[in-house]
């Protein structure tokens, strides 16, 4: 009837149907983020095996995928500390180093983003907004679109976007 007054013309009726998917059943109350397989798949395992990255660093790496909000992570050492059980004063230099790979980047202190194309807890959209800004800033690192020197054995065709 809306459109008839406007004069737009007929409107056909038009059925929709509502699937609602069954949420993920993951293990505790914090959500999930989603990984690259590729990283999964190839990057972790032969890094940790080859010991490119620490035991520790994998550690740390994983605790900060599981805290992240749309790639963003605030934390301190000590909180990363206590929930790995270990020494405080042992999670800088790890940190500093995952930092050099491209995994993160510090903002400021207790500030990080995780490279999203690493792993991301939102959506597609939010991801592609949070790659636009990064993008945007033209970073000499190369952030996130470029592993750091530690993975340069991976070919730059597969891991790029």
């Known amino acids: 009837m809306i459109a008839d007054q406007l004069g737009i013309g007929p409107v056909h009726e038009v ?3 509502v ?5 993920h059943d993951f293990l505790g109350q914090e959500g999930y983020s989603l990984v690259s397989n590729y990283f999964l798949r190839r990057v972790l395992p032969y890094c940790l095996t080859h010991h490119i990255i620490t035991l520790l660093q994998g550690a740390i790496l994983s605790n900060l995928i599981g805290r992240q909000k749309c790639g963003m992570i605030s934390t301190t050492h000590a909180e990363i500390a206590e929930e790995l059980n270990v020494q405080r004063t042992s999670i800088g230099a790890p940190l500093e180093r ?4 491209n995994l993160l980047r510090k903002v400021k202190r207790g500030v990080y983003e995780l490279n999203p194309r690493v ?5 597609g959209n939010e991801q592609a907004e949070f790659l636009a800004g990064l993008r945007a800033a033209s970073l000499e690192s190369g952030f996130p679109d470029e592993l750091g020197e530690a993975l340069t054995l991976f070919d730059r065709t597969d891991a790029a976007r």
């Open 15 to 17: 059925h929709t149907t």
């Open 19 to 23: 699937i609602r998917r069954t949420p």
């Open 98 to 101: 995952l930092c050099r790979m």
């Open 119 to 123: 792993a991301f807890n939102g959506n």
